[in-house]
């Protein structure tokens, strides 16, 4: 018997435009001992299946038909009360973001005893030992100390260890762990898993790991389902949905994960989610508007070149000078970017990889160091005319398609500011037509500049991003994380845009991410950034073959596998 | 064409549909201030015309006619013989006007510096954001009782009954700015940080630029929400103060100088001098208020349940 | 934590010396008390003295000097209409408002908590949208027209409360009190209900969405998925998350009881300091104006200073915190 069984599951949100059903007709076990890998890309309904097991789904969601059975008893009928002895003391859930998990005003000791003695007949010293117990066996150090002190003084990674000895402390059965490690860096997110993959051996627990992640799956689970609009598309072993997928969709969905083991020219077309319609076959650049810039030859040398650039953010002021505290954002790296290559920056949150793409641009103002741009001086220009005319070369696409586009301005409106304010057309017809041309060329058709931003998915919005950063007839394109926020589908077709644009209109990119295959995918060199510092700078197979410095060795280390 | 095509397809539009409140206290409210705006029209009596007033109409009963000159008002008379009902058109006009002006006039100061203020950061902010603290240690009621006795203090004696108004504008405008300062610094700060900011400022755009086509119209919803708060707000502001006798003068009295002389009858009898203001003024600040508070929900889509 | 301490004490002073300053530079411009105390049958003899014996021909700085010190020594001038000190008229009044605004806070502070917490709790029901709807009228209505409403009622109508005064007062030598008599009792109750009234609903509402905003936070969430009773999920975890920011917005609206309590004197004939507040504006008596507005500085922010301290106890988040 499985320890738990979802048969024919419907979850329907009754809503202002009828019923939506987010997953539909879905049935799946779960053995003790094992973890389930569920998969799909954003509004797959892969969070409401568990949230529907923890009879926890947000009004006026509800559960319709079907019915969940944990060791053979069935649970989804249970009254409010009978749900609450279930939850927390059979099944434990974690969550996503461990910032916002715990409880800020009260100590970790507080959340643990009071979990605790809400389930066991045990006394308070009891618990408080069982507490202690239990941050030891999920690697906090110094436990019994570490257990008096309050969330924000523990870092994101022991927090979610923490978390987890929540969610195991009164041992319960199965656990539901949705999207643990979307919230960590590359070296924390490893660790997490592992102690996911620890604990359910050890007390042969059943795990349902909840992920939009290709290559935590692979590293992580025993079997997966993949999930597609509410329904179940495949569920097997974890080897053969990774090897040998059987339905169109996941072998679409695999096709579209960057390989971290070996360079691809472009991603297979995806028969998947929206249309991806591009222009770029028939292009012509010196009779194009693009064409007609200012030099577009590609000379041999260095575009960019940085030296010694240095970057501090005060955070704490004050009136003595020696009192002020700052965050040193880059500490003195230099590097050169040469003109058609695309340069990557790699590193883990914090290690200043942004920092450098808004230094580069203007948007924050260099504490110290040289930047040279085809010849003109970033730092030290100060005559105006002269420095727009830098900036209009130099243009970034950005992390997030949601805040990068102003929505109170029409699609039209956001492509044609650019030329306005550069005044590179002649008048208002000539600025529509390039508008239209510009929206074609991104794959999006000219019809889309009378809509507003919030008509437009993710990664069209990412196009809309894309055609607003050529209108300046730029040379020189920063990616900023730019599909991070995108299902990894779309993540295909934007990076497969990226790498067209670049070759037709002969761009240089620097590509700057955290995601390890998409660099290798991407860049034809890249740098590895750590604590704001560039630890390594070097061709891009090199880097992956043979890493040099150790941190990077770390980092490729920890990357997940997923090999095709 | 677009603009009211888009109106009426809007999430906005949908939920004021849907909400029955809203509809009703729409209805009230614009009900009221045509009835203030067409006074002239409507109102049966002139009450400031000494011509057509009768001393012997005084105290007259609503709908009862009067007993000597048989003459019948509909919401009776008061000590004067004026008609209650055209002294609350006449002086709902004033109370809409200083409410309306009174919050223009708090809301473009409040725009403009809290604007600055999160545009600039630095020492601009520190000293503004200070004042407004400063400011908001003290209810606006005081505040504005304090501009009115200081700046009538200014006035000269024989100017002082035709600037109250103004007056009274002013202080009730500059005790409100603090709320949409801070508002509109906060929404501005929130912006400020997103990435379009960001994009305009790569492709050129200059400081006014950004500060007005990107980020002011990204911060007008919060706006719209305080400012029809603020009416209420203001509305009662001008008629505490009016009662306390602070306020509009005895020539041009408004719904707060009305119930201020209506309650000096409480005890004697006569009701309805003091209840037909009353109840206007509740109205029209309940029917303000619920529409605010309507707005607010709607507006602010992850407070639906 | 010590120099934060400091830093709030610094800034307290200051509010409290730009508002002094601000007070008395704006009173002394404003009105000639001299025409108020003398009124039509003067000489102008008689207006020269009155204005060399009340300082008035001194020159601004020397009188703003006059003022400060005499303030820090418990001297604001004197009254220019009853021709006594001025803080003593003040401090005579003083216990009248004060008693009123205690009262009605405690209301305000009770009740709006406790229906704040039952409407974020129960967000559907009959009890709680009578709440959520006479709140709104509550914010809608002026205070004077509650006041005259409850006068109408209880005074008019019933007979069974008095309209105005404060009944019969025992004196304590320091303070003189009316909550140990019957009378007394009895004439508080109106005023209170009155002033206490808008702070309610307005404490009631922030703790309302202040607590429909924690309720919504994932700690709650995955607190509720640990299988916690509703009640400690409620109680122990939202409640008080909730109360923290609650209480710097509550702390200030109880501040602004004691000026508020202008309207409530005013309608009610309440012999405190906001009665004497108002009549002094009629009568443009600067002194006494002065006076009222550095007490009401010192009260507000002697409560802020209370609240920024109570926050800092309250929050581990803002204690000094190390090792990660």
Known sequence: MALLDIKNMRVEFPGRHGVFTSVNDVSLYVNEGEILGLVGESGAGKSTIGNAVMGLLQAPGRMSEGEVRLNGERIDQLSEIDMRSIRGKRIGMIFQDPMTSLNPIETIEFQLVETILAHLDVSMSEARKRAVELLEQVGIPEASVRIKQYPHQFSGGMRQRVVIALALCVEPELIIADEPTTALDVTIQAQILQLIKDMCKSRKLGVILVTHDMGVIAETADRVAVMYRGRLIELGDTSQIMNAPKEAYTQSLIAAVPPSNKKIDRFPKVAIAESDGSALQDFDLQSHWLGRGSAYETSSGSLLEVRSLRKQFLIKGAIRPSNRKYLDAIKDISFDVKAGETFGLVGESGSGKSTVARVITGIYPATGGEMEFDGHDLINTKNAKEKQQVRQDIQMVFQDPYSSLNGRMKIGAIVAEPMFVNKLAENGKERREIVADLLELVGLGKDAARKYPHEFSGGQRQRISIARALATRPRFLICDEPTSALDVSIQAQILNLLKDLQDQLKLTLLFISHDLPVIRQMCDRVGVMRFGDLVEVSETEALFEHPQHSYTQTLIGRMPRFAK | MDMVKRAFESDLFWSFRHSPVAIISFVVAVTLILAAVFAPLLAPYNPFDPGSLNLMNGFSQPMVPNALTGDSFLMGADDQGRDVFSTILYGMRISLFVGFAAVIFALVIGIILGLTSAYAGGRVEAIIMRIADVQLTFPSILVAMLVFGIAKGFTPVHLRDQMAIWVLIVSIGLSDWVQFARVVRGAALVEKKKEYVEAAILIGRGPLGIVFRHILPNVLSPVLVIATISLALAIIAEATLSFLGVGAPPTEPSLGTLIRIGQGYLFSGEWWILFFPAMTLLMLALSVNLLGDWLRDALNPKLDD | ?324
């Open chain 3, 1 to 324: 934590m010590i120099s934060h301490i400091l830093k709030r004490a610094f800034q307290s002073v200051l509010v409290l010396f730009v508002t002094g300053l601000v007070a008395f530079a704006m009173f002394r411009f404003v009105g000639d008390p001299v025409e108020n105390m003398l009124g039509q049958e003067r000489t102008e003899a008689e207006v020269e003295r009155l204005r060399e014996q009340l300082g008035l021909n001194d020159p601004f700085l020397v009188q703003y000097w006059d003022f400060i010190s005499g303030a820090l020594r418990g001297d604001m001038g004197v009254s220019f209409r009853q021709g006594r000190p001025a803080l003593e008229i003040i401090l005579e009044r003083l216990p009248a408002t004060l008693e009123l605004a205690l009262v009605s806070a405690l209301l305000a502070m009770t009740f709006g908590i406790l229906f704040g917490i039952f409407t974020a709790i129960r967000r559907k029901g009959v009890m709680t949208n009578f709440i959520l709807t006479s709140s709104l009228v509550g914010v809608s209505l002026p205070t004077f027209l509650i006041g005259i409403f409850l006068i109408y009622v209880f005074s008019v109508e019933l007979k069974v409360l008095p309209s105005f005064g404060r009944g019969d007062v025992i004196d304590l030598g320091w303070w003189d009190t009316g909550l140990l008599t019957w009378t007394g009792i009895q004439s508080l109750i109106l005023p209170a209900i009155t002033l206490g009234l808008y702070q309610m609903t307005l404490i009631m509402r922030l703790v309302r969405s202040e607590m429909s905003e924690v309720l919504r936070q994932d700690y709650i969430r995955f607190a509720r998925a640990r299988g916690l009773p509703e009640k400690a999920i409620n109680f122990r975890h939202a409640v008080k998350n909730t109360l923290i920011p609650v209480i710097t917005v509550a702390g200030l609206q109880i501040g602004s009881i004691i000026a508020f309590s202008i309207i409530t004197e005013t309608v009610f004939q309440w012999p405190g300091v906001g009665l004497l507040f108002i009549d002094s504006i009629q009568f443009v008596d600067i002194p006494v104006m002065a006076s009222y507005l550095m007490l009401i500085s010192v009260m507000f922010v002697g409560i802020n200073f209370l609240v920024d301290m109570a926050y800092l106890a309250i929050d581990p988040r803002l204690r000094e915190s190390k090792g990660h």
